[in-house]
């Protein structure tokens, strides 16, 4: 059974940083490209970042290059984000998933972790 836990959210101010963690299991982790998403309040999921499998290319949405940073550990099955310069805009809740070519492979999403950025 594919699972997929989410954690490293909070609460922190603009300008502040966080590191989300998503560990997976169920699936062979090294041999997928694996991808963060995230989905704010009223609007569909969207693309943040993903990572190929041997974590050699990196691939951002707009809104995070620069700030984001995707990173994994296929010994331990733990994909990272590192998010730095966080705005407004960022909250929203935080997924992870393989990927199948450009889009999520797995319907089962994990609950996610909520990321507020707020003063």
């Known amino acids: 059974q594919v699972q997929f836990v989410e954690s490293g959210g909070g609460l922190v101010q603009p300008g502040g940083s966080l590191r989300l963690s998503c560990v997976a299991s169920g699936f062979a982790f090294s041999v997928y490209d694996m991808g963060w998403y995230r989905q704010a309040p009223g609007k569909p999921r969207d693309f943040v970042a993903s990572?190929?499998?041997?974590?050699?290319?990196?691939n951002y949405g707009d809104s995070v290059k620069g700030r984001f940073t995707i990173s994994r550990d296929n010994a331990k099955n733990i994909l990272y984000l590192q998010m730095n310069s966080l705005k407004p805009e960022d909250t929203a809740v935080y997924y992870c998933?393989?990927?199948?070519?450009?889009?999520?492979?797995?319907?089962?999403w994990g609950q996610g972790t909520q990321v507020t950025v707020s003063s």
């Open positions: 990572i190929t499998s041997g974590g050699d290319s990196t």
């Open positions: 998933n393989a990927r199948a070519g450009f889009v999520p492979k797995y319907a089962d």
